[in-house]
């Protein structure tokens, strides 16, 4: 079985401040992890992917994520952020060898001028 | 060009009414879902078709009928709509087979209101 959690239902940060989203998951064996943005009345875009290598990754729009395996995270960061960051972020999961990726339950990022 | 391409974007309709979203890619992908998005924008997995065949069917209602006439299209059809029905349902397509770590495309979604 495979679950991501989103502990936080909403984040709110001011413009030019670093921003955290938090992700924790549960999987069997490695797991392939990513984070989508959903825009109000848009689809889900992806962001990044963390899939082996380095625990950093980097993505779209200077957002990156951080794979700690002892922890189980992979936590979206910026280090500044901007007031377009404002929207929907989810974390999914799915293992290797799987079909389906899991998504978590989504976190609001609002990002105040 | 849109990747992935959802007609209606909105459908609004009475109970009882039987109703389809349809959806296509132009990615060359081989593995297409539909998800459902409730009203506190939870996202979860109905279906999903790898090459036009059914791979995974989650726990929904068998008045949602999912139809694949080739890889590039999957359609949704519901038969005898409920209030509970009431969502955005999201198709997305990924490159499975191929490239098990790749991420999906999703589309604009569907805001399904029954009334």
């Known amino acids: 079985a495979q679950s991501v959690a989103q502990p936080e239902d909403q984040v709110n940060v001011a413009e030019g401040n670093p921003l955290t989203v938090k992700c924790t998951y549960s999987?069997?064996?490695?797991?392939?992890l990513f984070w989508y943005v959903q825009y109000p009345n848009r689809g889900l875009q992806f962001l990044l992917k963390?899939?082996?290598?380095?625990?950093l990754v980097k993505g779209s729009y200077g957002f990156e994520a951080e794979f700690n395996k002892s922890q189980t995270s992979f936590h979206l960061k910026k280090p500044s952020a901007l007031v377009s960051d404002s929207a929907l972020y989810f974390c999914?999961?799915?293992?290797?060898?799987?079909?389906?990726?899991?998504f978590g339950r989504g976190t609001s990022l609002i990002v105040h001028p | 060009d849109t990747a992935v391409s959802q007609t209606p974007k909105y459908l609004v309709t009475q109970m009882g009414n039987d109703k389809s979203i349809k959806c296509e890619q132009n990615?060359?992908?081989?593995?297409m879902y539909w998800y459902k998005q409730d009203s506190k924008k939870f996202l979860k997995i109905m279906f999903s078709?790898?090459?036009?065949?059914?791979?995974i069917n989650e726990t929904v209602p068998n008045r949602f009928s999912p139809k694949s006439p080739d890889k590039a299209h999957l359609n949704l059809h519901i038969n005898s709509l409920e209030l509970g029905d009431s969502a955005v349902y999201f198709c997305?397509?990924?490159?499975?087979?191929?490239?098990?770590?790749?991420?999906?495309?999703f589309g604009q979604g569907t805001r399904l209101t029954v009334v």
């Open positions: 997305a397509s990924s490159q499975m087979q191929a490239i098990p770590n790749t991420e999906a495309f």
């Open positions: 999987v069997s064996g490695n797991p392939y």
């Open positions: 963390y899939i082996t290598g380095d625990n």
């Open positions: 999914a999961v799915r293992f290797r060898g799987g079909y389906i990726p899991t």
């Open positions: 990615l060359g992908h081989d593995t």
């Open positions: 078709y790898n090459n036009k065949e059914l791979i």
